[in-house]
């Protein structure tokens, strides 16, 4: 159980395009998400923390008009990179917090976008 | 595929007892390797890495070593305090920069 799914798992755009990242909790719902994005050959670092139905708090630094978090249902979180640049190519992923006799977290498998 | 296999408790110790998580990790290349913590609400944060075999990670009073030879990086503490009681992942990351993560073993310290 608790397992989130992550689409697409790759995807290559052109230049000022937009690219939407959808995140799906398949069994349970989730009130929170988080979206990570992974720069080539760092750690993991956080971006923003959605909640369902409210809007979604960014880290320092986020530009939170360029990475659009819609976290519209229980079951579904959303992350669109407008007007996508190169120095957007990374990989992203999210995780979901799980509420299951206490709490736990489970991550989606990634996307690996690349722009062109 | 590259995948890490981590001890998934939950893990109950009291303060000041010796801490050891254990993760071990498939990968057919040299992966760098990283233990994160999440505090209950917050995200993922960074607790230490290491790029090469018989590196040491260590941060807090935490250390893993990466063992080439036993393809393992276990999180240890030698006391550990109420305020570490979290969530820990072990993760691994490839040569193509994409992120393995184990499932998490929850930890809860009490007084």
């Known amino acids: 159980g608790a397992v989130v799914s992550q689409h697409p798992s790759r995807v290559i755009c052109k230049s000022g395009t937009s690219v939407k990242i959808e995140c799906r909790s398949l069994?349970?719902?989730?009130?929170?998400m988080f979206w990570y994005r992974q720069f080539p050959k760092q750690s993991l670092m956080l971006m923003a923390t959605?909640?369902?139905?409210?809007?979604?708090?960014?880290e320092q630094g986020v530009e939170k008009d360029k990475f659009l978090i819609n976290h519209a249902s229980l079951t579904l979180s959303t992350l669109t990179v407008t007007s996508a640049h190169p120095e957007d190519s990374s990989f992203y992923i999210c995780?979901?917090?799980?509420?299951?006799?206490?709490?736990?977290?489970?991550f989606g498998s990634g996307t690996r976008l690349t722009v062109v | 595929g590259d995948s890490v296999t981590q001890m998934e408790g939950p893990v109950t110790l009291s303060e000041e007892a010796f801490l050891t998580i254990n993760c071990t990790y498939t990968a057919t290349g040299y992966p760098s390797l990283f233990w994160y913590v999440q505090y209950p609400g917050e995200g993922l944060q960074l607790l230490l890495k290491?790029?090469?075999?018989?590196d040491k990670g260590s941060n807090k009073g935490f250390e893993a070593t990466y063992r080439k030879e036993t393809t393992s990086f276990h999180l240890e503490k030698g006391s550990v305090q109420v305020s570490d009681s979290a969530v820990y992942f072990c993760?691994?990351?490839?040569?193509?920069?994409?992120?393995?993560f184990g499932a998490g073993t929850r930890l809860t310290v009490k007084p």
């Open positions: 993760a691994l990351s490839d040569g193509a920069n994409d992120m393995r």
């Open positions: 069994d349970f719902q989730a009130t929170t």
């Open positions: 290491a790029t090469k075999a018989d």
């Open positions: 959605s909640n369902e139905g409210s809007k979604a708090t960014y």
């Open positions: 995780s979901a917090r799980v509420i299951l006799g206490g709490y736990g977290y489970t």
